[in-house]
């Protein structure tokens, strides 16, 4: 009989935790049982996700497996070793295995393979087909939470590290996403499910957002917005000279065109001016500005 590779069956290392090995049974049950996956071959990798799992999760079975060595590859011809006379079966200190159903829903081992019924003594516990389930398994489900990310993390993509129910992740932020749009971890969820994370933007210091535009408040000194010219305007990508028209007023906003969120269709940045007045703090300066009013006598700001 052909030696059978549990540990590749569940694609986890030798020395994976018990954690692990759940992880992985669930994610590969969830994917290939044959009530949701009717593709060929579905029902025979079912099979043998169960039979891996009905060894490496049960520490008794798992320690008569690993006693046979590493140095076997799935496929190689097997016999089992002298004076191995089966789990639970007056085997090398073993104990009993736990009783049940195969995957028929019958005694012993119908369904397993006889590389499990030569090692193991037929003692399945996995539930059959057409007894509605199988071991261990409950039903994925998708666990949700929010993250809170900077408006440059969507405008440059990144990497960032979340810590969720005691493990760290690795999250790949990409470019452009938006607030409400979810980011989906295969297998992270509760059960073996999926983790879907709710993308929102911290609030910033300097940018607001809408959609994919956002609007940066920059202020001019009162002869830049008389004259106009070029001045130095904050982006989500640096620093940027922006054309300033002459008499550009308090509160107009000019546009950088695909300066927002990147996208099929980039958003824009808005500038909206605010002219700041420099205070008058001594003499010169104030008679500097009797001289503007006497010079604008005829301009009304309130009119």
Known sequence: ?????????????????????????????????????????????????NEANEVL?????????????????????FTP????????????GFGRARGGAGFGGAAGAAGFSDFFSQLFGGMGNAGGFGGGGFQDFDEAEDTR????????????GAQKQISIGGRTLNVRIPQGVTAGQTIRLAGQGTQGG??????????????????????????????????????????LGGSVELNLPANSRSGQKL????????????GDQFVQLQITTPPATNDDERAFYTQMAERFANFNPRA
């Open 255 to 266: 546009r950088l065109k695909g300066r927002g969120l990147p996208g099929k269709t980039a």
């Open 81 to 92: 070793p002298p004076g191995w006379s089966g789990f639970g079966q007056g085997g090398p």
């Open 57 to 77: 999760s049960d520490a008794e079975k798992r320690k008569a497996y690993d006693t046979l060595g590493a140095n076997w590859k799935a496929g190689q011809q």
């Open 145 to 156: 939470a929010r993250l809170a990310i900077a408006l440059e993390d969507s405008y440059q």
């Open 194 to 235: 999926d983790l879907l994370l709710e993308i929102e933007f911290a609030p910033h210091p300097q940018f607001k957002l809408d959609g994919r535009d956002i609007t940066v408040t920059v202020s001019v000194a009162p002869w830049e917005a008389a004259l106009g010219g070029k001045i130095a305007v904050p982006t």
């Open 1 to 49: 009989m052909e030696y059978k590779d549990y540990y590749k069956v569940l694609g986890v290392p030798r020395s994976a935790s018990a954690e692990e090995i759940k992880r992985a049974y669930r994610k590969l049950a969830r994917e290939f049982h044959p009530d949701k996956n009717k593709g060929a071959g579905a029902e025979e990798r079912f099979k043998e996700i």
